[in-house]
């Protein structure tokens, strides 16, 4: 069975900090990857995905990178926060081919003050 | 390109009245994939349903939902609400572009109340 892990749980960060929260799928091969931004009663926002390791696709960056170095690992990271990266991160997987249902990860919860 | 548009909101209901919850979408691609997802309080979004057959009810965990292609349409329905059905809904359409994905609707928070 797949396993989808995200890290931290939660994060409380200094405006202007660093940020690194990762993403970690167990038990499938080379899936399509996405992470997503929820404001917190708000609506889910893509922010990117990739399909292989190596490649990653921005669709809304809101000063947001992200990484693929391995198969099953994702990583989305700034050197510096805004006040408006606060929401919460979540990460999903879909079978290759895109076509099919997403799964999302519990999330991360990210507080910038 | 591609869109979702649900009921707007917020959606209040007494327990054991019935579920409507509207989906329209919009895509050039004649074989549409849509889905519905339920977020519970700080939780994540959870598959609840999925189609891609025109015309047939799908139904998971007491709700069901229709493709028509007539009408653009994916509504999601239940027949008597339960207090934990209070929760945030989205209606997503599968991208034209595979990889890229899914298009969410902008959510509707339904509240069931006793």
């Known amino acids: 069975a797949q396993t989808i892990h995200q890290w931290p749980v939660a994060e409380i960060k200094a405006v202007g900090s660093p940020l690194s929260l990762g993403c970690t799928i167990k038990?499938?091969?080379?899936?399509?990857l996405y992470w997503y931004w929820q404001a917190t009663g708000g609506t889910l926002q893509q922010l990117f995905y990739?399909?292989?390791?190596?490649?990653v696709e921005s669709v809304v960056q809101l000063n947001l990178s992200a990484s693929r170095p391995k198969d099953d690992q994702f990583i989305l990271s700034t050197e510096k926060l805004l006040l408006s990266h606060s929401g919460f991160y979540l990460c999903?997987?879909?079978?290759?081919?895109?076509?099919?249902?997403?799964?999302f990860g519990p999330g991360t919860r990210l507080t910038v003050l | 390109g591609d869109s979702v548009t649900q009921t707007e909101g917020l959606v209040t209901l007494t327990e054991g009245l019935p579920v409507m919850l509207n989906c329209t979408y919009q895509?050039?691609?004649?074989?549409?994939?849509l889905f519905w997802y339920v977020q519970h309080l700080n939780e994540s979004p959870r598959l609840l349903l999925k189609?891609?057959?025109?015309?047939k009810r799908t139904e998971h965990q007491g709700f069901h939902a229709t493709l028509h292609k007539s009408s653009s349409s994916f509504h999601l329905q239940k027949s008597s609400a339960q207090l934990s059905d209070s929760a945030l809904y989205y209606c997503?359409?599968?991208?034209?572009?595979?990889?890229?994905?899914?298009?969410f609707g902008l959510g509707t928070r339904v509240s069931v109340f006793p």
């Open positions: 189609s891609f057959t025109d015309n």
């Open positions: 997503a359409l599968a991208r034209n572009n595979y990889a890229q994905g899914l298009t």
């Open positions: 990739s399909i292989t390791v190596g490649q």
């Open positions: 999903a997987w879909s079978l290759e081919g895109g076509r099919y249902e997403q799964y």
């Open positions: 038990g499938k091969s080379s899936p399509n």
């Open positions: 895509t050039i691609y004649s074989n549409p994939f």
